[in-house]
């Protein structure tokens, strides 16, 4: 039967479910958090779909959190259940299950450090000599090489993966030796005397999990942190992880302090100590759920905003598809019109900036809104396709020139769509990769390639014509990527493809509706993002500008400063620097 406790008893680990008024506040917000967060949970799958929702892993993210919420459940009902719960189930649960969930937290946070460093390195190579993963059936089966190409292909988030199992392992094993060993928990130890339910939750007993936690919580996350610290992203993801990470420090120190020390007397009695993970514990499930909802309900604002404005200049002006370049970059000095603002989000703005000079775009696409791959791959067939026309087409081409550009097509299949060997696939639904996957096999690209040499001189000769030079931004594969790709031992297809391996629908219609997918995605998520990132920089260099002239009109001691620390990021941007 419950038995009601007056306010004064507390928290005594008397055994005795504790009914009072700060039980009910306990139980009340242990309940209400709980529905919010499945709703949360539901908003996050039913939008998982979503490009800046799904790069965050929601797989991982709704385990983790699940794991955490579980632990945190037990908290609040701590001070209900009045020390009912046994001292050797709370050994279990701390020595095994909440490391395990702190420890996929830690490796939910560091989803943002290694997919910007996909990024970056998408953005640093532009396209050429992209990296690749190894093919499963490639990779050496057995030994010391087998286990070391299987590290060198694994991201960070797998590798915290694997660092978390062998860590899970050992914890499983210290845990179980303690277990054996002390009599707090098994008569036949050898070591320690149960005295009390209090006195059984103190002692060396916990310091393995207290030092699991330690690892996770003060070394590795500090350690994400600092490598995160130069990260400006336009999904809040980097404030979440921030937040995350700093809100599960305090924890283990309050606990320890609760435990330890007498001056915490009065306070374990209406707050046990464990609950002083509880705070940080919600703060984290909190942004992990709800930040990639707020940033989903912006963008869908923002874009019913610029839809809206689309609509309306449209309903004015009938763009004929020879739009003038000079509208897409407009001068500092003069203030753009509204009209011509509301022209730089249509989708005839995109094609102009994708025919022409895409490096601007691909920086703000890999390192704000980690969509690079995309961008690349645009490009990439962009270029491919000028290739082919120039070339003759279908049935003018020659045989060296068909193969060739056959080789180019399987070159931007590996790099950018292939989800077995790509490093960062674009998104492409399965109807529209299944038929590339199909014309461009594994098997094609099983042979190692041949010496540069012979390569350099296959390349070179591919074309029996004068062909005009090309200045691409950022360029399909040349001669010299090749070369490089097979130095670098990273290139893995058979140049020497011959004209009957060549599939007969094999055309330059090739990557139409694949690129016309990709091309919508990046119109309504990363182009309405840069056009509006384009006008707050030119809105803050024309501030700027005029905090310059004005100076002129001040005593030099009280000029203010030219640019603020929030504006100079934005500049540099703008100005290339």
Not at 542 to 553: P, R
Request: with cysteine.
């Amino acid at each position: 039967m419950p038995h009601r406790l007056k306010a004064r008893d507390g928290f005594d680990l008397r055994g005795e479910v504790n009914m009072d008024t700060l039980s009910w506040v306990y139980l009340y917000i242990c309940f209400i958090w709980t529905g919010l967060l499945v709703l949360g949970v539901i908003a996050m799958m039913v939008l998982r779909n979503l490009t800046f929702i799904r790069m965050r892993n929601v797989g991982l993210a709704v385990c983790s959190v699940g794991l955490i919420h579980v632990y945190v459940a037990l908290d609040l009902i701590r001070y209900t259940m009045n020390g009912m719960y046994p001292c050797l189930f709370e050994y279990w649960i701390m020595s095994t299950y909440f490391p395990i969930g702190i420890a996929l937290f830690q490796a939910q946070n560091v989803q943002l450090l290694d997919l910007n460093c996909i990024q970056r390195q998408i953005y640093d190579l532009k396209g050429n000599a992209l990296p690749r993963r190894v093919p499963r059936g490639q990779r050496p089966r057995r030994g010391f090489a087998s286990l070391w190409q299987s590290w060198r292909q694994m991201n960070l988030v797998s590798r915290t993966y694997v660092c978390i199992g062998a860590g899970v392992i050992l914890q499983v094993l210290v845990s179980v030796s303690v277990y054996l060993v002390s009599r707090k928990f098994y008569k036949y130890g050898i070591t320690s005397e149960y005295i009390s339910p209090a006195h059984c939750r103190q002692g060396w007993e916990w310091l393995p999990s207290a030092l699991w936690q330690g690892i996770w919580t003060w070394c590795y996350g500090p350690w994400v942190l600092y490598k995160i610290r130069h990260i400006h992203e336009i999904h809040y993801w980097k404030l979440q992880t921030t937040l995350s990470i700093v809100c599960g420090l305090p924890g283990l120190p309050l606990i320890i302090a609760a435990i330890y020390s007498d001056k915490f007397a009065v306070v374990n009695k209406y707050f046990p100590p464990s609950m002083w993970f509880a705070p940080g514990l919600m703060m984290m499930e909190f942004v992990t759920v709800f930040f990639p909802l707020l940033a989903a309900g912006k963008v869908r604002w923002q874009k019913r905003l610029v839809m809206k404005e689309l609509d309306e200049w449209e309903k004015n002006h009938r763009f004929t598809g020879s739009a003038d370049s000079t509208t897409l970059n407009q001068t500092i000095a003069s203030e753009p019109t509204t009209e011509d603002k509301r022209e730089k989000y249509t989708r005839q703005s995109l094609e102009l900036t994708l025919a022409g000079d895409t490096t601007r775009l691909l920086e703000f696409a890999a390192t704000k809104d980690f969509s690079g791959e995309n961008i690349i791959f645009l490009t990439l067939v962009r270029d491919w396709k000028r290739d082919w026309d120039f070339a003759g087409g279908r049935d003018g081409m020659s045989y060296r020139a068909r193969c060739h550009l056959f080789n180019r097509a399987q070159d931007i299949f590996f790099d950018t769509v292939c989800i077995e060997t790509a490093k960062y696939p674009i998104n492409l639904e399965w109807k529209l990769y299944a038929p590339l996957r199909a014309m461009f096999s594994l098997g094609n690209a099983s042979k190692p390639m041949e010496s540069a040499t012979d390569i350099g001189q296959y390349a070179t000769n591919i074309f029996a014509l004068d062909r005009p030079p090309h200045v691409y931004e950022l360029g399909a594969p040349s001669v010299h990527s090749l070369v490089a790709r097979s130095d670098e031992g990273r290139y893995t297809r058979s140049v020497d493809v011959q004209l009957h391996d060549i599939p007969s629908m094999f055309d330059g219609d090739l990557f139409n509706r694949s690129e016309e997918s990709i091309k919508y995605l990046v119109f309504t998520n990363t182009w309405r993002k840069f056009v509006n990132a384009r006008e707050e920089a030119e809105a803050a260099l024309v501030e700027a500008a005029s905090l310059q002239t004005s100076q002129h009109s001040r005593p030099s001691s009280k000029r203010p400063k030219l640019l603020s620390s929030s504006n100079k990021p934005k500049l540099r941007w703008l100005l290339g620097l």
